[in-house]
């Protein structure tokens, strides 16, 4: 053999190898482009599907007007009224002697024995 068929031989192998690695690509190509298809039709239909039960969730929803004005008497009603809380007559005179600062410490300040029989 000469050396021309030493040559064409590689040249063939090269394009052999060549032909066949352009075909995986495209074959890899087309397998990715269909996955990707695959996966945003069902991005598509889950899309579809959640969009209308939100519709039919929201066309359930009724919208009612209430007016919460007698709620709101039948809350003052109950509530106590505080300004007619009176005290006592001894528990008055106490308060207003705190306030005037008149008031005098029970026992004037003296503390009991340390022997008091009560302790």
Do not use: F
Not at 31 to 45: I, P, W
Not at 90 to 108: M, W
């Amino acid at each position: 053999m000469t050396i021309y068929a030493y040559i064409a031989a590689a040249v063939l192998a090269v394009a052999a190898w060549s032909a066949s690695c352009w075909k995986a690509y495209e074959l890899g190509r087309d397998h990715e482009l269909a996955t990707q298809a695959r996966e945003d039709n069902a991005a598509a239909q889950t899309r579809l599907v959640a969009s209308t039960a939100a519709a039919e969730a929201i066309s359930k929803i009724e919208v009612r007007h209430v007016t919460i004005r007698q709620q709101a008497d039948t809350v003052i009603r109950e509530v106590p009224v505080y300004l007619d809380c009176r005290h006592d007559a001894r528990v008055l005179r106490d308060i207003n002697e705190a306030r005037t600062g008149r008031a005098e410490p029970v026992g004037a300040g003296q503390l009991p024995a340390a022997s008091a029989p009560d302790r």
